[in-house]
């Protein structure tokens, strides 16, 4: 399998002039670099031979792309139809609270980041969220405090382990 | 030999089938007696993950099955043959005879665009072959004229499901009828009504099916080239239909000269990006085009110019899904269902307050109290029926007295709401209808492309009214008003985003003014949702006297020690809902 990385050199170097291609680049970037930098901007401007603000433009209109880093953790709250009724305004309150961010921010340890998106398709499960590739359904506050702090834990865990060396 | 489906698509997934797979996959390592294999959602969500059994000519489908379901499935059903009553949602046995706790749910629908969906593994061809697939395109290929396949998509009635009805058929015509050196065919699989999921579901279950749409539209309007234009947010449906892609190649279905009729085709995935206006064909056209997603200005019409100025027939996933069908059983024999104005099926999205949340597929006509009582069971937990929501952001609440209301194109229309593509949220007593109308006005305001100012500004100030509202800020001009940015918002608007996005905030004001009303006058809120008009309360039941509330609270509002009941005094308390969000037992609630 290819790597991200070969993926997105790969495609810069493969690029032959073809319309339409500026987005599939994008998100190439997006996966290898986990947003989009400057620099990726750069190269894709110069072997598009798109302006840098019409890369820009093109960044900005679509959701997907991020111009910041994300956290190791993304959190994505429900917020469609299904899971507004059954909740998810409570438990946006929740996440930001136990966060300490906004939508679309990230935790200052570089841990969590918090989206919102509409109907991650499980309705009946309302209300849902994933963190990675994880859904959790029928949720409530105290469970999705839980479940970040035992997130949080295991980072911790983590870090402190691989701080002594184990 | 038993054979073992384990429902895998996004929504068996989230609710635990990988688990219950593996599970399987371990426990039937050492027997190669039993098929062990994957298939689309069957449209019971609401008890996945589901593990069906084939047997013998029977079926049986069990639901809820977590790890230790499914050991006892194989210790007691594949061991003995005993079925398991406690959890069979449906069972078949050699001689057709239906039976099992959810058995109506699926005997009540009639499958055309899900005929596939949980009974075949959407990863292999050669299970859709199998079951006839593939031979429409044979048909429309080596045995009919393109102006034959467009006749009996014509002759079939069928109308596009993407949301305004339009009749496929002539659509087709219109493209088959300009002449270029260059034709695509796009299916728009960017499904942007947030609770809706059929078009994923078809997709994940069943991709060849839409594959074959698609090749046969090629050939009747003359393209050799089409589009999936996928929303990024579906990896799997992505997947699945890359799996479809490479195989339909490898089998000559897709490529030069398919199946030696000389007609050439191919198909391209295009992952959305995350905007909702790309779901409308002609910003749709500009994202593939590699630009920001606007509208364009009609006409030239897609017929004439769409993607790269060419002639373009664009279908949403379930149009294209029905056209097999179509061409192999005829037009007449699909015309059997549905009314005459809106022939064939529909699928529909069941969510929000009901028992049975899921995907259920009917002839267009079925009333919406057939669809939610008949078939969903009713309303969660006993709760009271309000409105159905249909059409999400662009559509608009049908209340109960009109739960009569046939569900199709011409009827659905007279409520104020509109089709769409088929996600119906039922609402009960506890949703306010406000808040409903702020809730779609604020996902319309963030996904107005911005390109026309009455979309751009109308909308937001649209919605800066009814937050004023839900906050009890509201006066009596309010409702007057917003009808007034209404009308103005529709008319002026280039694409259907600005002309629906008023439609929740005027069918809710048609039918529940008088909500409208209780926020603004008396400063209540009747289904006790908007935080700033509701007082916060501690359940007794349930409060352990942990004292977490107690110490969150910002305006020390709450008291009790540990172990003692948490009571709020309701003259300090700001309504922040701090507490409702810090409580561990879900004890505070609001009043
Ligand atoms: C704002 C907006 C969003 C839309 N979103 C979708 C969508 O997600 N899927 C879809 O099939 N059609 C969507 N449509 C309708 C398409 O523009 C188009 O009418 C449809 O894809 C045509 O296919 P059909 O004839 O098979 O229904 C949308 C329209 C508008 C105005
Ligand atoms: S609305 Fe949340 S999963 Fe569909």
Same mark, same amino acid.
């Given at each position: 399998m290819k790597t991200k990385e070969a993926d997105f050199a790969y495609r810069l170097w493969r690029y032959d002039g073809a319309p339409g291609e500026?987005?599939?680049?994008?998100?190439?970037?997006?996966? #290898?670099?986990?947003?989009?930098?400057?620099?990726?901007?750069?190269?894709?401007?110069?072997?598009?031979?798109?302006?840098?603000?019409?890369?820009?433009?093109?960044?900005?209109?679509?959701?997907?792309?991020?111009?910041?880093?994300?956290?190791? #953790?993304?959190?994505?709250?429900?917020?469609?139809?299904a899971c507004h009724v059954a909740g998810a305004p409570t438990l946006l309150d929740t996440l930001r609270d136990e966060l300490g961010v906004e939508e679309n921010g990230t935790t200052e340890d570089g841990l969590f980041t918090l989206f919102t998106v509409a109907c991650l398709g499980c309705c009946s499960l309302a209300p849902a969220m994933m963190i990675n590739d994880e859904t959790y359904g029928k949720l409530a506050p105290g469970q999705v405090r839980r479940t970040i702090r035992k997130i949080r834990r295991q980072e911790n865990k983590k870090a402190a382990m691989e701080e002594v060396g184990v | 030999m038993a054979k073992i489906l384990v429902g895998m698509s996004t929504c068996g997934l989230s609710a635990g089938a990988r688990d219950t797979y593996e599970e399987l996959k371990k426990l039937l390592s050492d027997d190669s007696s039993?098929?062990?294999?994957?298939?689309?959602?069957?449209?019971?969500?609401?008890?996945?993950?589901?593990?069906?059994?084939?047997?013998?000519?029977?079926?049986?489908?069990?639901?809820?099955?977590?790890?230790?379901?499914a050991r006892e499935i194989v210790d007691k059903h594949l061991a003995n043959g005993t079925v398991i009553e406690d959890y069979a949602v449906y069972t078949e046995d050699a001689s057709g005879r239906k039976g099992g706790a959810e058995e109506p749910f699926l005997t009540q629908q009639n499958r055309i665009v899900l005929r596939n969906c949980g009974v075949i593994n959407p990863e292999s061809i050669d299970e859709y072959t199998e079951r006839g697939g593939y031979e429409a395109t044979r048909r429309a290929l080596t045995v009919m004229t393109p102006e034959q396949v467009v006749g009996e998509i014509k002759e079939s009635g069928l109308r596009g499901r993407g949301g305004a009805g339009f009749p496929t058929g002539i659509k087709w015509s219109f493209a088959a009828g300009n002449d270029a050196d260059q034709k695509y065919v796009v299916c728009n699989a960017d499904e942007g009504d947030p609770g809706a999921f059929m078009d994923r579901s078809v997709l994940e279950g069943d991709p060849h099916a839409v594959l074959e749409g698609m090749i046969i539209c090629g050939k009747a309007i003359g393209a050799t080239f089409g589009y999936i234009y996928c929303r990024a947010e579906y990896p799997l449906a992505i997947a699945r239909l890359e799996i479809a892609i490479e195989a339909a190649r490898k089998k000559g279905y897709l490529g030069d000269d398919i199946l030696g009729s000389g007609f050439d085709f191919d198909i391209k995935i295009k992952q959305g990006a995350g905007a909702f206006v790309c779901g409308e064909e002609t910003a749709l056209f500009a994202s593939i085009e590699g630009e920001r997603g606007m509208p364009r200005i009609r006409p030239p019409f897609p017929a004439e110019q769409g993607v790269w100025g060419k002639p373009t027939n664009n279908n949403n996933v379930e149009t294209y899904a029905n056209i097999p069908w179509i061409i192999v059983n005829g037009a007449s024999a699909f015309r059997k269902y549905g009314t005459e104005k809106s022939p064939g099926t529909k699928v529909f999205a069941l969510v929000g307050k009901i028992e049975k949340g899921g995907l259920a597929e009917v002839p267009m006509g079925t009333s919406i109290e057939e669809l939610v009582f008949g078939i969903g069971g009713g309303i969660k937990d006993g709760g009271e029926f309000k409105p159905v929501q249909m059409g999400g952001p662009s559509g608009g609440c049908i209340p109960e007295h009109l739960k009569n209301t046939p569900v199709d194109f011409e009827h659905i229309p007279q409520t104020g709401a509109i089709m769409g593509s088929g996600g119906m949220v039922v609402l009960d007593a506890t949703t306010c209808m406000v808040d409903i109308a702020r809730f779609f006005l604020d996902f319309t305001q963030e996904e107005s492309c911005g390109k026309c100012t009455c979309c751009r500004i109308g909308t937001k100030r649209m919605l800066e009214t009814l937050e004023r509202i839900t906050t009890g800020e509201g006066n009596t001009e309010d409702i007057a008003h917003l009808q007034h940015l209404a009308q103005q918002i529709k008319q002026a608007s280039l694409c259907g985003l600005g002309q629906t996005a008023p439609n929740p905030v005027l069918t809710t004001i048609d039918y529940y003014e008088d909500e409208y009303i209780a926020h603004i006058s008396d400063k209540h809120c009747p289904a006790a949702n908007c935080s700033a008009l509701v007082s916060f309360n501690i359940d007794r039941d349930k409060c352990t006297g942990?004292?977490?509330?107690?110490?969150?609270?910002?305006?020390?509002?709450?008291?009790?020690?540990?172990?003692?009941?948490?009571?709020?005094?309701?003259?300090?308390?700001?309504?922040?809902?701090?507490?409702?969000?810090?409580?561990?037992?879900?004890?505070?609630?609001?009043?």
């Open positions: 500026l987005i599939p680049l994008l998100q190439s970037a997006q996966d #290898h670099f986990g947003y989009i930098p400057r620099r990726a901007i750069r190269y894709i401007s110069g072997v598009t031979n798109t302006p840098e603000s019409t890369v820009y433009g093109v960044i900005t209109f679509y959701s997907q792309f991020r111009l910041q880093p994300m956290g190791k #953790h993304q959190i994505r709250l429900c917020c469609g139809t | 039993h098929e062990l294999t994957l298939t689309g959602c069957i449209g019971m969500c609401y008890r996945e993950p589901l593990v069906e059994i084939r047997d013998n000519g029977t079926r049986t489908i069990y639901g809820d099955v977590d790890a230790g379901r942990c004292t977490l509330c107690v110490r969150d609270c910002p305006v020390d509002a709450i008291s009790g020690g540990k172990k003692q009941f948490h009571v709020i005094d309701q003259g300090k308390c700001v309504k922040c809902g701090k507490c409702i969000t810090s409580c561990n037992f879900d004890a505070v609630y609001k009043a």
